[in-house]
């Protein structure tokens, strides 16, 4: 299948934001400027991850579905439970839908698919798939159980990504005042975070859990319905900005499972078995950190990583079906 430079350029560039915020998650306490980029990439990198992950969700057979991402997300379910037991000595119990650290995209991935197809039939259901993001957040019953919460907090970026016509932001993006428009915007949006990111509640960005459990009961709608509007400003306005040739960071967008999948094991090896993070201090230290992530971005998208996660990716489930028909 011939690649899309332009959405693997986003892809790449996304990917590269997701470890980098990752990693400096520790300091966001310790330094404006790390609150402010964490805070910034959070606002927009997982509804951007959704919307991009919706425009190639045409094809969705339910076996494929099943081979391609919920077999890689039990075999990484069961390697985190040996890790986080034998290896981080974190002990817990094995719950296959309370997905482990970043495991929850690829649950919520799952069902996106599954439903998408169903769904897209309904009428108004853009909006109706917002409402129920923000309506979602008064539940406090849900909990991370099978990522239910954030599956429907951003299932209407999914959504807007299915819908996305490629061809026709091209045509508007074309014009030189559409993306002067788009980049003054963007710069606008994140000066108010870097004024503000002191007083911006993490958590809401996250979605991951109730508006009650974050503190935020009465006015967590607001926050939300807010961020919905900025994830979505800022997602086309880098749309219009995104190159569309090949550059050296393309092949990363390439290779965004890998990336995605295998970073969260070192971060949390490094977390659970050295002091690094607690031994980071200075502004210079923090900043190798970033140099860090990005280095081991570029490290995770070498062919043997891709490999590995092409392999979970194919496991002969159909073989193994119909085994078990043979048997019964």
């Given at each position: 299948m011939q690649r899309d430079n332009y959405f693997d350029n986003y892809r790449g560039i996304l990917m590269l934001l997701v470890v980098v915020a990752h990693f400096i998650g520790p300091f966001r306490n310790d330094s404006h400027f790390m609150k402010f980029l964490e805070t910034s990439i959070y606002l927009f990198h997982m509804p951007a991850f959704a919307f991009i992950c919706g425009h190639f969700s045409r094809k969705n057979d339910l076996l494929r579905l099943v081979k391609r991402i919920f077999v890689p997300y039990v075999i990484l379910q069961i390697v985190y439970h040996i890790l986080l037991n034998y290896v981080w000595g974190r002990e817990t119990d094995f719950r296959l839908l309370l997905p482990k650290y970043s495991l929850w995209f690829l649950l919520s991935l799952f069902c996106w698919r599954v439903l998408i197809d169903k769904i897209i039939k309904i009428k108004g259901i853009i909006p109706i798939s917002f409402l129920l993001g923000i309506l979602v957040g008064f539940d406090t019953s849900i909990g991370?159980?099978?990522?239910?919460?954030?599956?429907?907090?951003?299932?209407?970026?999914?959504?807007?990504?299915?819908?996305?016509?490629?061809?026709?932001?091209?045509?508007?993006?074309?014009?030189?005042?559409?993306?002067?428009?788009?980049?003054?915007?963007?710069?606008?949006?994140?000066?108010?975070?870097?004024?503000?990111?002191?007083?911006?509640?993490?958590?809401?960005?996250?979605?991951?859990?109730?508006?009650?459990?974050?503190?935020?009961?009465?006015?967590?709608?607001?926050?939300?319905?807010?961020?919905?509007?900025?994830?979505?400003?800022?997602?086309?306005?880098?749309?219009?900005?995104?190159?569309?040739?090949?550059?050296?960071?393309?092949?990363?967008?390439?290779?965004?499972?890998?990336?995605?999948?295998?970073?969260?094991?070192?971060?949390?090896?490094?977390?659970?078995?050295?002091?690094?993070?607690?031994?980071?201090?200075?502004?210079?230290?923090?900043?190798?950190?970033?140099?860090?992530?990005?280095?081991?971005?570029?490290?995770?998208?070498?062919?043997?990583?891709?490999?590995?996660?092409?392999?979970?990716?194919?496991?002969?489930?159909?073989?193994?079906?119909?085994?078990?028909?043979?048997?019964?």
């Open positions: 991370e159980f099978a990522a239910i919460g954030r599956t429907v907090a951003f299932l209407p970026f999914f959504i807007l990504g299915y819908r996305f016509d490629k061809n026709k932001c091209m045509e508007f993006a074309k014009k030189y005042s559409v993306k002067i428009c788009s980049g003054v915007s963007l710069f606008l949006i994140f000066s108010v975070v870097f004024l503000e990111a002191e007083h911006i509640n993490f958590s809401i960005l996250s979605m991951k859990n109730s508006y009650a459990k974050i503190g935020e009961l009465e006015r967590g709608w607001i926050y939300r319905l807010t961020a919905y509007i900025l994830a979505t400003l800022i997602i086309y306005f880098i749309a219009v900005l995104m190159p569309r040739k090949k550059h050296w960071f393309t092949y990363l967008g390439q290779r965004t499972m890998s990336i995605y999948l295998l970073h969260g094991i070192i971060y949390k090896s490094i977390e659970y078995l050295t002091d690094a993070y607690t031994a980071i201090e200075t502004k210079l230290e923090m900043g190798l950190t970033i140099v860090f992530s990005v280095l081991l971005t570029l490290v995770l998208s070498l062919k043997p990583f891709h490999l590995i996660i092409q392999m979970l990716s194919n496991v002969p489930v159909e073989k193994m079906l119909l085994s078990e028909e043979e048997n019964e």
